[in-house]
């Protein structure tokens, strides 16, 4: 578990300090903020450098009257080291909301973000095929969103 | 004038008792196919109609002929109404020449003062036309009924069904030839093409002992012949969703059905004839022998439907052209060899 | 020679879609060109439904996301709930009783599975034979819960209900049959010349591939990546467990088949240490914060009122973010809580197996022939609810 933490330590403290916001950690789990210019920079750097190889989960949180509203959150998970780490930035102020797509870096990207952008209307820029996947082409709406209401729609 | 009307009457019972015999087996057919599946399968099948379920298929004819017979509109529709009709009808072809016992009749019967010779065109046998050309008839016959399922694929206008058709096409090519090569060996032998003769000359020793690559061959030709796992690429529910016949209903889907498995029928009862000594045998009765060899093959169909998965498309061809055929060719010029030179 | 391509439509009502999974298939007569899975006609959006109920009126939502595994999910929803409530003990008797009941999911799971990629290939007979061995599991799960797809006995700080007498037995008897049982299936399959022409060289993944595209369980472990959470980021207390984990080699279907089916040896291996060392005592830990008092002790007002907050307002979870992965039968089953500190999660995001590795199967079928499609579809061993939640 020490070993663990030195190492994540060591990764925070190799990345560009310009792109790190913070990096929170709660039960063990370690959250990376990055600003979103160099949310592609720090990927890369994480999966080339650090082993950070594997793309679990791409997924966006709703912060509702927060300004920027969009969290997008990344999961990544080093094979050699079996760790997680959390990557989180946010999608650009405005309607849509946008971010860069990391579809470039791994593919399971790509129906990740097509899932948010189904669910929460973020836009992946640089996604190869960007429409929605679970509900239906011309679907009102994106019922992710803390303001689309769970019932009588 | 006289002689050919009791020709005429005499095939004509025959042909009816022979088409209502095979329809009866269908039946039985289907059942045993169910309960023996069941059996292997660790589950009951049919048990609710009858004794132990007997009456299962009667109640599924009674069921399809009280069906909605749903017509599409398809676009070819002579050829959707016909197809059917034509697999149902082609599938019983081939045993207008299978002999399927010994001598039924006396030699001579007196009709109205006249004595009639029987065995004038074989009357007199288990056989409805003993064909000189029997086996070729027979090659000829079975390769029709790749017509109704073709046609049934085609003019469907579906495209699975489309596909299944097509795939039948592809498989019928690829397996009527070596079918045909891998009992060629049996006709070398016999030195004739009668089948009755074939039969005959069984007497002693089957045909399967001195043909036994041949007999396996058959049989793997057989299987794709009709249609059966591991070789039901055409109907497959699983790729196709049931292929050919996925657009008929009622009456034209029970045709189909039945095509199916006079198929099964007629090809166990050519490989009873040609490999297994026909309607010979001892202490019972030559219809009898017959019944019990077709129906011994047939459980076999059923039993390798039980065990195997299906073949890929692709593989189904290459082992028909790459390994089969120059296997039956090998098989064919050595049965050659032996027979001029033993 | 003019060649026309054919727009399949596969699904959704498909008899080898495992549901309702449509693929949009171009065939150039029978190869397939492109395949475009179109996935979503079973989305009920249980994600939603969660942020707006308390965390324990979730758990049986979470059951119903991989219906054929449905223990398998709470299992993760709740070790998910615990870490974030920073429970990390439970009683060791509600431990053990999760890790059987998990292990028992992942054997009827695979057992599903090899009944219907068998009969997707066209061999029928394992299918009952197969479906013969997990009903025996329905009925475990039935005589423990009184459900049999869905136990939903699993409660943050332990078990609802404790095994009836009697059940480690059976469980132990049935642990030690399967095996055996299993040996009957394999020569139906393992050494069928067709089923290993149908199988072998069917759907090659790489390593690499399997890390670009995010696989997980079988499907990585097929093509030789070892990677089982429950090695390599021990929950339940795995790692006190001897079992093998298995790894293929030429990462194609057959290896994957074999996979699996060691994988539900391994289980039973698991469910006999598990049955052995399962020790008398509470199901339950006694924080009555945020685990249910004994049914029991309920009418006595001490314990009353906690169960009866419990139950209409819930428990208030700490502000904070948590990712828990487990290995669900299909894969890696994640789940993404985020906490604002009140009753309700304020958003969850489950990151289910079948949704990721679905996604291989245009690049997987491409190229290939329809058969083969039936065969991938097969493999990559999905349930749509599980790809759609």
């Given at each position: 578990m020490?070993?663990?933490?030195?190492?994540?330590?060591?990764?925070?403290?190799?990345?560009?300090?310009?792109?790190?916001?913070?990096?929170?950690?709660?039960?063990?789990?370690?959250?990376?903020?990055?600003?979103q210019?160099?949310?592609?920079?720090?990927?890369?750097?994480?999966?080339?450098?650090?082993?950070?190889?594997?793309?679990?989960?791409?997924?966006?949180?709703?912060?509702?009257?927060?300004?920027?509203?969009?969290?997008?959150?990344?999961?990544?998970?080093?094979?050699?080291?079996?760790?997680?780490?959390?990557?989180?930035?946010?999608?650009?102020q405005?309607?849509?909301?946008?971010?860069?797509?990391?579809?470039?870096l791994?593919?399971?990207?790509?129906?990740?973000?097509?899932?948010?952008?189904?669910?929460?209307?973020?836009?992946?820029?640089?996604?190869?095929?960007?429409r929605?996947?679970?509900?239906?082409?011309?679907?009102?709406?994106?019922?992710?969103?803390?303001?689309?209401?769970?019932?009588?729609? | 004038?006289?002689?050919?009307?009791?020709?005429?009457?005499?095939?004509?019972i025959?042909?009816?008792?022979?088409?209502?015999?095979?329809?009866v087996?269908?039946m039985?057919?289907?059942?045993?196919?169910?309960?023996?599946?069941?059996?292997?399968?660790?589950r009951?099948?049919?048990?609710?109609?009858?004794p132990?379920?007997?009456?299962?298929?009667?109640?599924?004819?009674?069921?399809?002929?009280?069906?909605?017979?749903?017509?599409?509109?398809v676009?070819?529709?002579?050829?959707?109404?016909l197809?059917?009709?034509?697999?149902?009808?082609?599938?019983?072809?081939?045993?207008?020449?299978?002999?399927?016992?010994?001598?039924?009749?006396?030699?001579?019967?007196?009709?109205?003062?006249?004595?009639?010779?029987?065995?004038?065109?074989s009357?007199?046998?288990?056989?409805?036309?003993?064909?000189?050309?029997?086996?070729?008839?027979?090659?000829?016959?079975?390769?029709?009924?790749?017509y109704?399922?073709?046609?049934?694929?085609?003019?469907?206008?579906?495209?699975?069904?489309?596909?299944?058709?097509?795939?039948?096409?592809?498989?019928?090519?690829?397996?009527?030839?070596?079918?045909?090569?891998?009992?060629?060996?049996?006709?070398?032998?016999?030195?004739s093409?009668?089948?009755?003769?074939?039969?005959e000359?069984?007497?002693?020793?089957?045909?399967?002992?001195?043909?036994?690559?041949?007999?396996?061959?058959?049989?793997?030709?057989?299987?794709?012949e009709a249609?059966?796992?591991?070789?039901?690429?055409?109907?497959?529910?699983?790729?196709?969703?049931s292929?050919?016949?996925?657009?008929?209903?009622?009456?034209?889907?029970?045709?189909?059905?039945?095509?199916?498995?006079?198929?099964?029928?007629?090809?166990?009862?050519?490989?009873?004839?040609?490999?297994?000594?026909?309607w010979?045998?001892?202490?019972?009765?030559?219809?009898?022998?017959f019944?019990?060899?077709?129906?011994?093959?047939f459980?076999?169909f059923?039993?390798?439907?039980?065990?195997?998965?299906r073949?890929?498309?692709?593989?189904?061809?290459?082992?028909?052209?790459?390994?089969?055929?120059?296997?039956?060719?090998?098989?064919?010029?050595?049965?050659?060899?032996?027979?001029?030179f033993? | 020679?003019?060649?026309?391509?054919?727009?399949l439509?596969?699904?959704?009502?498909?008899?080898?879609?495992?549901?309702?999974?449509?693929?949009?298939?171009?065939?150039?007569?029978?190869?397939?060109?492109s395949?475009?899975?179109?996935?979503?006609?079973?989305?009920?959006?249980?994600?939603?439904?969660?942020e707006?109920?308390?965390?324990?009126?979730?758990?049986?939502?979470?059951?119903?996301?991989?219906?054929?595994?449905?223990?398998?999910?709470?299992?993760?929803?709740?070790?998910?709930v615990?870490?974030?409530?920073?429970?990390?003990?439970?009683?060791?008797?509600?431990?053990?009783?999760?890790?059987?009941?998990?292990?028992?999911?992942?054997?009827?799971?695979?057992?599903?599975?090899?009944?219907?990629?068998?009969?997707?290939?066209?061999?029928?007979?394992?299918?009952?034979?197969?479906?013969?061995?997990?009903?025996?599991?329905?009925?475990?799960?039935?005589?423990?819960a009184?459900?049999?797809?869905?136990?939903?006995?699993?409660?943050?700080?332990?078990?609802?209900?404790?095994?009836?007498?009697?059940?480690?037995?059976?469980?132990?008897?049935?642990?030690?049959?399967?095996?055996?049982?299993?040996?009957?299936?394999?020569?139906?399959?393992?050494k069928?010349?067709?089923?290993?022409?149908?199988?072998?060289?069917?759907?090659?993944?790489?390593?690499?591939?399997?890390?670009?595209?995010?696989?997980?369980?079988?499907?990585?472990?097929?093509?030789?990546?070892?990677?089982?959470?429950?090695?390599?980021?021990p929950?339940?207390?795995?790692?006190?467990?001897?079992?093998?984990?298995?790894?293929?080699e030429?990462?194609?279907?057959?290896?994957?088949?074999?996979?699996?089916?060691?994988?539900?040896?391994?289980?039973?291996?698991?469910?006999?240490?598990a049955?052995?060392?399962?020790p008398?005592?509470?199901?339950?830990?006694?924080?009555?914060?945020?685990?249910?008092?004994?049914?029991?002790?309920?009418?006595?007002?001490?314990?009353?009122?906690?169960?009866?907050?419990?139950?209409?307002?819930?428990?208030?979870?700490?502000?904070?973010e948590?990712?828990?992965?487990?290995?669900?039968?299909?894969?890696?089953?994640?789940?993404?809580?985020?906490?604002?500190?009140?009753e309700?999660?304020?958003?969850?995001?489950?990151?289910?197996?079948?949704?990721?590795?679905?996604?291989?199967?245009?690049?997987?079928?491409?190229?290939?022939?329809?058969?083969?499609?039936?065969?991938?579809?097969?493999?990559?061993?999905?349930?749509?609810?599980?790809?759609?939640?």
């Open positions: 020490e070993n663990l933490k030195d190492y994540i330590k060591g990764v925070i403290e190799s990345l560009p300090p310009e792109s790190l916001v913070s990096h929170v950690e709660f039960r063990d789990q370690v959250t990376l903020v990055v600003r210019v160099s949310l592609l920079e720090v990927l890369k750097i994480l999966k080339d450098d650090f082993g950070y190889k594997y793309l679990i989960d791409v997924t966006a949180v709703d912060r509702y009257e927060d300004d920027p509203r969009f969290e997008v959150v990344y999961h990544l998970w080093c094979h050699e080291r079996n760790c997680l780490l959390r990557v989180k930035t946010w999608a650009s405005g309607e849509p909301p946008t971010i860069p797509s990391v579809v470039g791994w593919n399971t990207a790509n129906w990740h973000e097509r899932e948010c952008f189904d669910m929460f209307g973020i836009v992946f820029e640089g996604h190869p095929d960007l929605r996947i679970l509900l239906w082409e011309g679907f009102d709406g994106h019922p992710l969103r803390k303001d689309y209401p769970v019932e009588g729609r | 004038m006289a002689e050919s009307l009791v020709f005429i009457i005499v095939s004509l025959k042909s009816v008792v022979l088409v209502s015999l095979i329809m087996s269908v039985i057919g289907v059942y045993l196919e169910r309960r023996i599946l069941g059996f292997i399968q660790l009951y099948g049919p048990n609710r109609c009858g132990y379920g007997i009456l299962q298929s009667v109640a599924d004819g009674i069921k399809l002929f009280c069906k909605q017979d749903i017509t599409l509109p676009t070819e529709k002579t050829i959707y109404i197809a059917p009709l034509i697999a149902g009808v082609t599938a019983l072809f081939p045993f207008v020449a299978i002999p399927f016992a010994d001598k039924i009749a006396p030699d001579t019967i007196t009709l109205f003062g006249k004595v009639f010779d029987l065995t004038k065109y009357l007199n046998r288990g056989v409805i036309a003993d064909l000189p050309g029997g086996v070729l008839f027979i090659l000829a016959v079975s390769s029709l009924s790749v109704g399922v073709l046609l049934a694929g085609w003019s469907s206008d579906n495209k699975y069904s489309f596909l299944g058709a097509m795939r039948v096409a592809s498989q019928m090519l690829s397996y009527e030839l070596f079918l045909g090569i891998s009992i060629m060996g049996v006709l070398m032998i016999t030195g093409i009668r089948m009755t003769e074939i039969v000359a069984q007497k002693h020793m089957w045909f399967v002992v001195y043909q036994p690559l041949g007999f396996i061959l058959y049989m793997i030709a057989g299987f794709a249609c059966r796992t591991p070789f039901d690429l055409i109907e497959c529910e699983n790729e196709l969703g292929g050919f016949n996925t657009e008929y209903s009622s009456m034209k889907f029970a045709l189909f059905y039945l095509a199916e498995y006079i198929h099964i029928i007629t090809i166990s009862a050519i490989a009873v004839t040609l490999f297994l000594g026909g010979q045998g001892p202490w019972l009765p030559s219809g009898i022998w019944i019990i060899k077709v129906a011994c093959l459980i076999f059923i039993w390798v439907r039980g065990t195997y998965p073949v890929r498309f692709d593989q189904l061809m290459s082992v028909g052209w790459k390994y089969l055929f120059p296997i039956a060719m090998a098989n064919l010029i050595a049965t050659g060899i032996c027979v001029l033993l | 020679m003019r060649k026309e391509i054919i727009k439509n596969v699904g959704p009502q498909h008899p080898s879609t495992h549901g309702v999974l449509r693929l949009l298939v171009e065939l150039e007569g029978e190869v397939v060109v395949c475009d899975p179109d996935i979503g006609y079973l989305h009920r959006g249980i994600e939603k439904l969660m707006n109920r308390t965390y324990h009126r979730s758990i049986p939502l979470t059951e119903r996301v991989d219906y054929l595994a449905g223990a398998a999910n709470s299992l993760g929803y709740v070790l998910a615990e870490r974030l409530l920073g429970i990390s003990e439970i009683p060791e008797r509600a431990r053990y009783i999760r890790v059987i009941v998990a292990e028992l999911t992942r054997i009827a799971s695979h057992l599903f599975w090899l009944a219907t990629h068998g009969h997707d290939l066209g061999a029928m007979t394992p299918l009952f034979y197969a479906l013969r061995d997990r009903e025996i599991i329905m009925d475990f799960f039935e005589t423990w009184g459900k049999r797809l869905f136990p939903n006995m699993f409660r943050v700080g332990g078990v609802a209900r404790d095994f009836p007498d009697g059940l480690e037995q059976e469980i132990k008897k049935f642990a030690l049959e399967l095996p055996q049982r299993m040996r009957d299936y394999e020569t139906l399959l393992t069928n010349p067709i089923w290993i022409n149908r199988t072998k060289g069917v759907g090659v993944l790489t390593k690499e591939e399997v890390l670009d595209y995010g696989l997980s369980g079988p499907m990585a472990r097929g093509s030789g990546l070892n990677f089982d959470i429950r090695r390599v980021d929950y339940l207390g795995y790692d006190e467990f001897e079992f093998v984990v298995p790894l293929g030429n990462g194609d279907t057959y290896d994957r088949y074999l996979i699996r089916l060691e994988e539900m040896r391994q289980s039973c291996n698991i469910i006999l240490q049955v052995d060392r399962l008398k005592g509470d199901i339950m830990i006694e924080d009555y914060q945020v685990a249910f008092p004994p049914k029991d002790k309920v009418i006595n007002g001490e314990y009353l009122i906690p169960h009866y907050l419990l139950v209409v307002k819930g428990f208030k979870a700490p502000k904070g948590i990712f828990h992965h487990t290995e669900a039968p299909k894969g890696e089953l994640g789940f993404y809580i985020v906490s604002d500190g009140s309700h999660p304020y958003r969850v995001k489950i990151r289910t197996p079948s949704f990721v590795n679905l996604q291989v199967i245009s690049k997987l079928a491409k190229g290939r022939l329809l058969s083969d499609l039936i065969a991938l579809i097969g493999t990559i061993d999905i349930v749509l609810a599980d790809v759609d939640r």
